[in-house]
């Protein structure tokens, strides 16, 4: 469906992306890992056509320079932050629409799919961070594209907004369609992607699928208990006991570095023993920890 | 190139502008003062052999020369810089559009506005003198009419060369105003300055003129409206001694056109093919 050959983008004497390549199937999902200023939103501007660049970029065997609108009709974008024009969320349908030439009556059926139809004579400015990007999504879906790219869709939205948005686009996945999209939480590459692809300094450093990514990886989350300071001791030798020897007092309660498959086990086993949790949290690793774990282990 | 992309974007544009408040107020005072002139003119007989829709359009060409380019270099200035800024060209090229489309849409978009404002402008003053027994020869005042929209059209071109070399509409905006104070306010006398300082012959001074679409536009509506080109001074006589009245007519005319020209031409080939990664 789409394949980046030797894709490199400079500005100036910054190189952007450099000699970058991957290819992704009809119906698979790719997502763009890195930290920021690794050459992920360069990339994906590329391969929509928007910044010219040196290599080949193929959408559906058309290739963008060549064939720029057939291309870009087989897509649909949503950028980090939604921009519109100042009008009515019906008339950006309705303008975007008519550049896709979809029919008119497209434009309710995506305002239904993304539940703003109750404010759709809103102007955008009047929207909320999170009902932007759903119609930044709505936008997206008008002609039903083959291919949906996404530029870190959730970056600016607040949690609950977040999982919406997520299940939105993992309906759209689930039909069946090709997703690229560009992320620095792995959460949501486990949620949507069926492979990654870590980039830094423009360059693609690895490429692997999330289900054993922190197990190839070696990468280990962090449960933040909140325990009374009287069991914390307790609770670090009944860890210790179960095999889970990374725990260690933080003053609150205790840190247990651990593999992102026992997170559940750890609870399970300290609220056996009738520790009394007061609340958890559970921290996913850093993109700069995973570019360094891929950088030692030499992918 | 895709007309139907073309209309979508032309109807954008002429939306936004009518909805700009700016816009609106520059066509209200516009109009207003298009008015005060019809009444200050019909107030005096004659105007240096001037009289009715011909006295009139004399007094607007004054009016036309402070407003048109104006707001045409601004509008221009900040098309697509202001689109390049907050990134919604970015966003607009992501779709099945080309950016010769958004170019053209654009030029046309924001053009027919400021036309409907001059027209709005030359034609409550045209029903005033009708009114008051349309004296004089209303071929003329359609003349200065079609003339001001040619100046709105060359400035307007400058203004998108300014906007498709900016990366923000703040300087787009600066340049554009620098540019108006250039060819408005420093014209007149940066032709005077030059003549004296370089001691300059009649047809160099001529040539000078030529390189100011505003003074082109003033010389051009002018000698349209008057049977004395004497008025025009040294210069005025030496073009029309040299190509004959109508064959300066026609020159400043072709001249206005290459000013619309030249400046959108560039500024297309620059947004399209020269300055590609500038998005």
Same mark, same amino acid.
């Given at each position: 469906m789409i394949k980046v050959k030797d894709v490199t983008k400079r500005f100036g004497n910054i190189t952007a992306v450099d000699k970058a390549c991957f290819s992704l199937n009809a119906g698979e999902s790719l997502a763009l890992l890195g930290?920021?200023?690794?050459g992920k939103s360069t990339l994906i501007k590329c391969v929509l056509g928007i910044l010219d660049y040196s290599g080949e970029i193929t959408l559906n065997g058309l290739n963008i320079k060549e064939n720029e609108k057939e291309a870009k009709s087989l897509a649909g974008y949503v950028p980090q932050e939604p921009l519109f024009y100042d009008m009515r969320t019906r008339d950006v349908l309705g303008f975007f629409g008519s550049i896709r030439r979809v029919r008119s009556s497209r434009v309710d059926e995506v305002l239904d799919l993304v539940g703003l139809k109750e404010h759709e004579r809103k102007s955008t400015s009047e929207l909320s961070g999170g009902m932007r990007q759903r119609l930044s999504f709505a936008i997206a879906l008008l002609s039903d594209p083959e291919v949906l790219i996404l530029d870190?869709?959730?970056?600016?939205?607040?949690a609950g907004a977040r999982g919406d948005f997520l299940n939105l686009i993992k309906e759209y996945k689930n039909k069946g369609k090709t997703v690229l999209f560009s992320s620095h939480r792995l959460d949501e590459v486990d949620l949507l992607a069926d492979r990654a692809l870590f980039m830094e300094s423009g360059k693609v450093v690895f490429e692997g699928r999330p289900e054993n990514l922190q197990e190839l990886l070696g990468l280990k989350i962090t449960i933040n208990l909140v325990v009374p300071q009287g069991s914390v001791e307790r609770a670090i030798g009944i860890l210790a006991r179960e095999g889970f020897h990374n725990a260690e007092s933080n003053g609150r309660g205790l840190n247990i570095e651990t593999d992102s498959k026992q997170r559940v086990d750890v609870l399970k086993k300290l609220l056996q023993e009738e520790i009394p949790i007061s609340d958890f949290k559970i921290q996913e690793p850093s993109m700069e920890n995973i570019i360094d774990r891929i950088k030692e282990n030499g992918y | 190139m895709d007309i139907k992309n073309v209309l979508l974007i032309v109807r954008k544009e002429a939306g936004e502008s009518i909805k700009n408040r700016w816009f609106l107020l520059y066509t209200i005072c516009f109009s207003l003062l298009a008015l005060l002139v019809l009444f200050l003119a019909s107030s005096r007989s004659e105007i240096a052999g001037y009289s009715g829709f011909g006295k009139t359009a004399a007094s607007l060409i004054n009016l036309v020369l402070l407003f048109v380019p104006l707001i045409a270099l601004v509008t221009g200035a900040i098309s697509i810089s202001s689109e390049r800024e907050n990134g919604t060209l970015s966003y607009l090229l992501s779709?099945? *559009?080309t950016k010769s489309e958004i170019f053209v849409g654009k030029f046309i978009g924001t053009l027919i506005p400021i036309w409907f404002s001059i027209s709005l402008g030359f034609g409550l003053a045209g029903v005033g003198v009708a009114i008051g027994g349309g004296e004089g020869d209303v071929s003329k005042y359609i003349t200065t009419a079609f003339l001001s929209a040619l100046l709105a059209a060359s400035l307007l071109s400058i203004g998108l060369l300014v906007s498709v070399y900016s990366k923000r509409a703040s300087k787009s905006i600066g340049i554009a105003v620098f540019l108006w104070l250039l060819f408005i306010i420093l014209g007149d006398l940066g032709i005077m300055g030059t003549t004296v300082a370089m001691g300059l012959g009649i047809e160099q001074v001529f040539a000078l003129a030529l390189l100011n679409p505003a003074e082109v536009f003033k010389i051009a509506s002018v000698l349209a409206l008057s049977?004395?080109?004497? *008025?025009?001074?040294p210069v005025g006589i030496y073009a029309v001694r040299t190509f004959g009245k109508e064959g300066v007519f026609y020159l400043l005319f072709g001249i206005m056109l290459l000013w619309t020209l030249i400046p959108l031409g560039y500024a297309y080939l620059a947004f399209t093919r020269f300055r590609k990664e500038e998005i």
């Open positions: 930290v920021n200023g690794a870190e869709p959730t970056s600016n939205l607040d | 779709h099945p *559009i049977p004395r080109f004497e *008025i025009l001074g």
